[in-house]
């Protein structure tokens, strides 16, 4: 066994998939056991926060693949959480001599104006993202070699909850109007999960490119309006009306349910254009986007399927 995958959300999902279809024994550990059937993946229940656990887990891996989620979109709960279990993952993989791959989000990267590169300063110091910074921060001071794969908002087969997952994709086929966060018609950069795996996975495999920060490769930005009316051709029928939600009423809920509040907290990606640079991780990667028009079509033949 060489090959470890943490996770099974949609790119632990998505990633697990594509090494096997390449061939490669992949163990996919989660809490349930859960995850993709497929003749070569494994999969074990595992606790990735326990050492014990990991250093069993771990035997005989290279690469492991840390897709693993908190228990909640709190800060609170990432605080709590994920240090600790990131901290076990580095040191059950260098025990063994493996890399360890993340998917990375956008939120170090705080409050932004133009498009975001590899160099951008990543010193976010409020909530959910200080929380990805200390993270970071962690991974750069471990002897254990490490890769960062940030992506934007999410997209694609296997995308449940995230704004262009279930909620944007049903409306879209149920041709009810979609309310969405901040502004409808600022340009929003979207990555395509699988374009995020194929990253991850050739990164691991490229020794000159371990100990670095990449951004997956991400297709032009579009509007969240634009985007739903990519989906609406994909799916051969009219884009519905598309409203942006008040970032008032947002604050106004927040102020007495948490899970709005978290929400809200990063309604600055979606109230101005937030455009994600990836032209210099490509070319070191070697790989491109996946372009919209296709990546929209694979989604809404993903989600009929999951209907039908």
Same mark, same amino acid.
């Given at each position: 066994?060489?090959t ?9 999902t ?5 090494l096997?279809?390449a061939?490669?024994?992949v ?5 349930s056991?859960?995850?993709p /059937? ?5 999969r074990m ?5 326990? +050492? ?6 771990f035997?005989?891996?290279t ?6 989620? /908190?228990? =909640? ?5 990432? =605080? ?14 260098g025990?063994v001599?493996a890399?360890?791959v993340f998917?990375e989000?956008?939120? =170090?990267?705080?409050?932004v ?10 010193? !976010?110091?409020?909530?959910k #993202?200080?929380?990805?910074?200390e993270? @970071? !921060? ?9 890769i960062s794969?940030a992506?934007?908002d999410?997209?694609g #087969?296997?995308?449940r909850?995230? *704004?262009?997952?279930e909620?944007?994709?049903?409306a879209v086929?149920?041709?009810?109007t979609?309310?969405?966060l901040?502004?409808p018609?600022? =340009?929003?950069s979207w990555?395509?999960?699988?374009d995020? $795996?194929a990253?991850m996975?050739? $990164?691991?495999?490229?020794?000159s ?5 990449l *951004?997956?490769p991400? $297709? +032009?930005?579009?509007s969240?309006?634009e ?7 994909? !799916? ?5 009306k598309?409203?942006g ?9 927040? !102020?007495v ?5 978290e ?7 979606f109230?101005?254009?937030?455009? @994600? ?7 070191? @990667?070697g790989l ?12 809404v033949?993903?989600w009929r399927?999951?209907?039908?």
């Amino acid at each position: 066994m060489s090959t470890i995958v943490i996770g099974a959300g949609p790119v632990g999902t998505t990633i697990a998939l594509q090494l096997a279809g390449a061939g490669r024994p992949v163990r996919l550990l989660t809490r349930s056991g859960s995850g993709p /059937a497929h003749p070569r993946i494994e999969r074990m229940r595992a606790d990735a926060s326990d +050492p014990a656990a990991l250093a069993e887990a771990f035997a005989g891996a290279t690469v492991v693949f840390d897709c693993m989620h /908190a228990s =909640a979109y709190r800060s609170d709960v990432w =605080a709590a959480e994920l240090p600790r279990a990131e901290r076990a993952v580095l040191e059950a993989a260098g025990g063994v001599g493996a890399v360890v791959v993340f998917p990375e989000s956008l939120y =170090a990267y705080g409050h932004v104006t133009g498009p975001i590169t590899e160099e951008s300063p990543r010193t !976010a110091g409020f909530g959910k #993202p200080a929380v990805r910074v200390e993270l @970071l !921060a962690a991974r750069a001071a471990s002897p254990t070699p490490t890769i960062s794969v940030a992506a934007s908002d999410f997209y694609g #087969p296997a995308v449940r909850t995230a *704004h262009a997952g279930e909620r944007m994709v049903a409306a879209v086929l149920a041709g009810r109007t979609l309310h969405v966060l901040g502004d409808p018609d600022a =340009a929003h950069s979207w990555t395509y999960v699988p374009d995020l $795996a194929a990253a991850m996975i050739r $990164a691991a495999d490229d020794r000159s490119l371990w100990d670095s920060f990449l *951004h997956a490769p991400t $297709a +032009p930005a579009v509007s969240q309006r634009e985007l739903v009316a990519r989906y609406a051709a994909a !799916a051969g029928v009219a884009a519905p009306k598309v409203a942006g939600l008040p970032s008032w009423a947002l604050r106004a809920v927040g !102020a007495v349910h948490r899970d709005t509040r978290e929400m809200a907290e990063m309604l600055y990606q979606f109230r101005a254009p937030f455009v @994600l640079d990836s032209s210099a991780s490509e070319a070191r @990667l070697g790989l491109a986007p996946t372009p919209l028009a296709d990546g929209a079509r694979a989604t809404v033949e993903w989600w009929r399927e999951q209907v039908s």
